[in-house]
Each structure stands twice: as C-alpha cells, then as structure tokens.
C-alpha cells in the first residue's frame, strides 16, 4: 500500500510539473509573439516616415507644379512650337487695332505676345498685367532680352525681331517692322524707345483700383477668362467684363479668347477655390457673346475664329473682336 502511495505522489507531481512547464512555455510562446508584433509594428512606424519622405517630395512637386490661375511657367512653350515664326493668334489682328494706340494685355503671362504685339504693329504703349509676381518678372527679363538683342544689331540695319516661346530673340530681314536699336515707331510716325512702350506689373485685375484712372483703345483678354471664372465665380467674370468696358475709349476694340467649358472640367480640380466655384457657375463661355452685347453694352462683335490656323493641338480656341 505504502508503494502504491508513493508512485501515485510521483505520478501527480510529474504530471505538475508537466503542466507547469506547459503553461511557461505557452506564455513563453506567447511573450514571443507579442514581442514578435512589436517588432513588426515598430518597423511598420520606422518605415512611415521613410514612405512619407519617399512620398512628400512627390507631393510637394505637385504643389510647385500646381498653377490655380493659369499662371504656367513656360506657357508660350506649349502655344508656340519650334516651327512657327509667331503667335499664330497675331495673323488675326488687325494693324489697326493696335498701332499708334494704347493698349492693355491682361493675363500677359511671360509677355511674349505683349512684345510680339508691340513689335508687329507699333503701338503708342501696351502695358501687361499679370497676377504672378515671377510671371511679371519673367516679362520683364525677356523685354530686356529683347532690346539688348535690338541694340546689337549692325548699325543702319532695319531688322524685324521676334521672340520665341522661350524668350530667345530671332530677327529677319522684313521691312514691314521697324524696330531698330530698342526703339519702335509708333503709328504717328514718332520714334520711342522700347521701353517706353512695352511695361509690365503686377495685378490683380478683377480687384486692382489701380488702373481705374487709364483709359485704353485696345484690351486683351487672351485663354484668361476661365481662370478668372473658376478664381471669382460669375461675380468675378461680370467684374472682369464691366472694368474692361469702363476702361476702353469710345470705339476701343476688346479681343478676348475664351477656353471652352471643357476646359473648366479639366482644371477645376486645381485648388478648393476652383472646384466650390465650378459647382456654382452659371454662366458658361457660349454665353459671353450675349452678355457682352446685351448686359455690358458693346456695340458689335467679330469671330476671328475662321481666320485662325496653325495652332498647337488644344489651343483652337474662339476668337472675338467687341466694339464699343
């Protein structure tokens, strides 16, 4: 009996020890795991910010590269190609328009087409303005280019000048323009300096009070007024309409080129501002005509449209002429 007792007492303290050992080494297993997640978590947390540095350069481009009021860097770079002498817009102008007259270009962006204008067609005085301070900038140095280009040329020599999309200088033997040494003449046969002609500044035009003294024959509103739409909604856009109306002389000439409504589908993503005013839009581009005509008070219009050719893929855009 005594032995019997004593091989059960074994029997019950190994099996103790058995489930003992069982249950260190379950909450061993278990401690490993955990300590397993936490290490897999702590890497996850470790890579993040690794991810986040990949990431934010990208994003941060994005932003650099995001232009809410069509104030591209290089946007004479997507109009004008290689192959083309110029704007392919100015063999729509009319001479009249524009020479010996006072002008304004709103939205000038890099000012090509300011100085093209000013070159081809000898104004009195064009200034351009634009919102961008670097796109303003950008003017003014290719307007020195310019000029810096003019006063190089052989003494005595008529030479036409026209600047590329990216701001070079390329002449030519044409007579038609004369533009020698930086100096332009204007319509009433006076010579002035270039820089007297062409400036350019900052502005906000559907805000500036700035300009509410000037009075002007020739206004511009060139691929602006969707930016303007999409920034300021329809307020802004009659805002825009109303001023240049009030700024123009009797008789003066409004060219405006207005992007399509599929062009506001594709960049109204661009900011908040832009995507809460696409919602709310009323007025859409094939109403402006009518606006123009019969809210603002213009007198007559002309689509230039059917002239136009040689234009970059995306930019055959309608182009019209009011008449105070």
Same mark, same amino acid.
């Given at each position: ?24 080494? @379950?909450?061993?297993?278990?401690? #490993? %795991? &955990?300590?397993?997640? /936490?290490?897999?978590?702590? !890497?996850? $947390? @470790?890579?993040?910010?690794?991810? #986040? %540095? &990949?990431?934010?350069? /990208?994003?941060?481009?994005? !932003?650099? $590269? ?259």
């Amino acid at each position: 009996m005594g032995q019997d007792l004593k091989k059960k007492r074994k029997k019950r303290s190994r099996s103790k020890e058995k489930s003992v050992e069982l249950v260190v080494a @379950n909450e061993a297993k278990q401690i #490993q %795991q &955990q300590e397993q997640e /936490k290490g897999e978590i702590a !890497n996850e $947390e @470790n890579q993040k910010p690794k991810q #986040q %540095q &990949q990431g934010n350069p /990208k994003k941060k481009k994005k !932003n650099q $590269e995001s232009f809410p009021f069509g104030n591209y860097k290089n946007y004479y770079g997507y109009r004008i190609s290689n192959d083309m002498d110029e704007d392919p817009r100015l063999k729509v102008l009319k001479k009249e328009w524009f020479q010996g007259k006072d002008c304004l270009d709103i939205g000038c962006n890099s000012g090509i087409m300011t100085i093209h204008i000013a070159n081809k067609f000898g104004c009195r005085s064009i200034l351009g303005v634009d919102i961008d301070s670097s796109r303003v900038g950008d003017a003014q140095w290719h307007l020195r280019n310019f000029v810096r280009k003019q006063n190089h040329a052989k003494p005595g020599e008529k030479k036409s000048t026209s600047v590329a999309a990216d701001g070079v200088v390329h002449g030519s033997e044409e007579q038609s323009v004369s533009l020698s040494n930086g100096e332009a003449k204007t319509g009433s046969g006076e010579t002035k300096d270039l820089f007297q002609i062409v400036s350019f500044q900052k502005e906000n035009f559907v805000h500036t009070r700035n300009l509410d003294e000037n009075r002007y024959d020739t206004i511009l509103c060139l691929s602006v007024t969707k930016w303007i739409h999409l920034n300021w909604g329809d307020d802004g856009l009659i805002t825009l309409f109303s001023k240049i109306w009030r700024l123009l002389n009797p008789g003066g000439i409004f060219v405006m080129e207005p992007q399509p409504w599929k062009s506001y589908e594709k960049n109204r993503r661009v900011s908040e501002t832009t995507a809460m005013h696409h919602r709310t839009i009323v007025l859409r581009p094939e109403h402006f005509q009518e606006i123009l005509l019969d809210k603002i008070g213009f007198r007559t219009v002309e689509d230039l449209t059917s002239s136009l050719s040689g234009v970059s893929k995306g930019f055959d855009r309608q182009i019209l002429a009011f008449q105070k």
